[in-house]
């Protein structure tokens, strides 16, 4: 069949050709032989062309053809140029935040479009969480710092869990009270509407909370807690706004209906984590063959992780922690396989790729402000702003006066304050909103959310940095820490492991040390590739470090000024230095030592 279409091909070929060759003109004969000479006419030479047909076109204009790709273009071109423009006024950017300023330029956009005529483009829902938001979860995620986020994990998910519940609660039953006051035209919106409307405007919003964040240089604390929140509490917000939404439907809510709401929070949230571990590993395992063609190993740690956000998504899980567990599992084992040019280039493309979405969600939230309808009801929406205040502000302080009865570091009046005023609400409400039915007022939701979303944006973004300063907040530290400081954090956590041990107690450290046994004696072997899964935990880690000290150097364009502080010492100067520290025991003390640690030394295998 395919050798005769071949032919058939080749003979057709061949008288097109003889026909656009032949001098010989064509009378025409009927009607039909005339349509027929004037489609075969095109091709031929101009003795034979008709006079009456157009002349080639030499420029034509059709926008049509490639407007979505242009616009799309465009647009980003637009953000970049003005995320660029916002640095060459650091006094401007200093008292605004960039976001603001993002904001206002979607204003005037959206205003301008609607001078001329055009329809402003709204973010849609399916945009913002399918395109916009994956690149600045990955990349919160992948360069997530890892020991103070686990270190203050549970006070991390207290803030996200029962934090986001209450502020959902307070939120809502407030509401549905005002909207029982007869004469303020709030009597039709019932309860369930009150708490589902909660839910979406509780969520503290990870892109808005960076934006800030980073900007002002908060302490890593604070960081780490108002950020792991916002990133936390996306599982809350999705369950709980799809239980609500489930519940519109139901004829009647029962107990057998709170408890499969309940456990759907787990599923959503565990869920989410197994599917970004499972696709985490299977990068990992990916990256130990990619030795041979290095140009492609970047694009699997992006593909995995958009895989593992769309999965989560095909089941209603939540995204966000798919990404996060994906970027924290895979970063170590990949950064082992691929080369340093491809960790630079995945390095730089998600800080890229995450700074133009974020500039273009603020710049759609001010164009979509003026694309939408609007529902103003003073009552409603002053009282979603109070409730949301003071419901974040109560929630904060209940949940730290118990947190610091079992934290060693204290969270002080002043980092509760920042925590509170921190709560930045964003686009995952407004898309959110969006997604809601007509079954509910839509529009009065989407009116308030965005209300509340420019309060939180330009009130609480443009004065938080003064109140850091007048607060005296601690700020980060820019000067990063040295090898000698990072060994000997690594050597006290060995330290602190043994101590758990002698003591018989299952702390933290006892989990992390058995963590990373298992890691090294058996995942480290299937993911990484070659020596370096054999290597010695401490030399691969010196390693690491300076090779990335090497490499900043080398950018930096600097050269070290003394040297090593490991190539000085001589084996002289080590055996008298070890003399000085490590005084000799007589045989009798020694052997007082090791009676009390046969007697109090316990091992793992006994205990119970």
């Not at 710049?363 to 609007?374: D, K, N, P, Q, Y």
């Not at 899964?533 to 950018?555: C, D, G, R, T, W």
Request: glycine share 8%.
């Amino acid at each position: 069949m395919y050798s005769r279409f071949c032919l058939l091909s080749l003979l057709l070929g061949c008288l097109i050709q003889l026909s656009l060759c032949s001098d010989t003109a064509v009378s025409v004969q009927g009607e039909q032989d005339h349509e027929q000479g004037n489609t075969t006419a095109k091709g031929r030479s101009g003795e034979s062309r008709n006079k009456s047909s157009k002349a080639f076109p030499v420029v034509t204009v059709d926008f049509a053809h490639v407007r979505s790709p242009f616009v799309v273009a465009l647009w980003i071109l637009l953000a970049s140029v003005l995320k660029l423009g916002f640095h060459f006024f650091p006094k401007l950017s200093s008292v605004v935040p960039e976001s603001c300023l993002l904001v206002c330029v979607g204003l005037i956009v959206g205003g301008l479009l609607k001078t001329v005529g055009e329809t402003p483009p709204i973010l849609r829902a399916d945009v913002f969480f399918f395109y916009l938001l994956p690149p600045i979860i990955l990349d919160a995620g992948y360069f997530l710092p890892v020991r103070p986020f686990t270190e203050n994990l549970g006070t991390i998910l207290c803030f996200a869990v029962i934090g986001t519940l209450w502020n959902a609660a307070f939120v809502g039953v407030g509401l549905y009270a005002v909207c029982q006051i007869k004469g303020s035209g709030l009597e039709k919106i019932t309860l369930l509407p009150n708490l589902l409307f909660g839910s979406i405007i509780s969520a503290v919003d990870p892109v808005a909370v960076l934006a800030v964040f980073e900007e002002i240089h908060i302490n890593e604390l604070l960081h780490i807690l108002v950020f792991g929140e916002s990133l936390l509490n996306d599982a809350v917000t999705v369950v709980l706004y799809h239980l609500l939404e489930e519940y519109s439907y139901a004829p009647h809510i029962g107990a057998k209906e709170v408890i499969l709401g309940i456990l759907s929070f787990f599923v959503v949230a565990l869920g989410g984590i197994f599917v970004g571990v499972f696709y985490g590993i299977i990068a990992a395992f990916t990256s130990r063959f990619t030795s041979r063609l290095r140009v492609i190993e970047p694009l699997f740690v992006f593909l995995y992780s958009y895989m593992a956000y769309l999965c989560s998504e095909i089941f209603h899980l939540s995204g966000i922690m798919a990404l996060i567990a994906c970027g924290v599992v895979m970063r170590p084992y990949v950064e082992a396989n691929i080369s340093h040019k491809s960790h630079t280039t995945i390095k730089y493309f998600l800080k890229m790729w995450s700074s133009v979405s974020e500039t273009l969600i603020f710049i759609f939230l001010g164009v979509s402000t003026l694309a939408g309808e609007h529902h103003w009801d003073w009552i409603f929406i002053s009282c979603t702003l109070i409730f949301c205040l003071i419901g974040r502000i109560l929630g904060v302080l209940g949940l730290t006066f118990i947190l610091n009865k079992f934290r060693i570091v204290k969270l002080t009046p002043k980092d509760q304050f920042i925590i509170s005023y921190g709560g930045l609400r964003g686009a995952i409400a407004f898309s959110l909103g969006y997604l809601l039915n007509e079954k509910f007022p839509r529009i009065l939701f989407l009116t308030a959310i965005i209300t509340i979303i420019f309060f939180t944006v330009f009130v609480q973004g443009m004065t938080i940095r003064p109140l850091v300063e007048l607060l005296a907040v601690k700020k980060k530290q820019d000067s990063r820490r040295s090898i000698n400081e990072e060994i000997h954090t690594q050597f006290l956590d060995h330290l602190l492991t043994g101590i758990e041990d002698v003591c018989g107690h299952y702390g933290h450290h006892h989990w992390k040390d058995k963590l990373n046994r298992f890691n090294k004696k058996y995942i480290k072997k299937c993911l990484i590739t070659g020596e370096r899964s054999k290597e010695p935990q401490l030399i691969a880690f010196y390693h690491k470090m300076e090779m990335k000290n090497a490499i900043e150097m080398v950018a930096s364009g600097g050269l070290p000024k003394f040297p090593s502080s490991v190539s000085m010492q001589t084996p002289r100067r080590r055996s008298t230095l070890s003399e000085r520290l490590l005084p000799t025991l007589t045989k009798e003390r020694e052997e007082e030592v090791r009676k009390i640690l046969r007697e109090n030394l316990q091992k793992t295998r006994q205990r119970v």
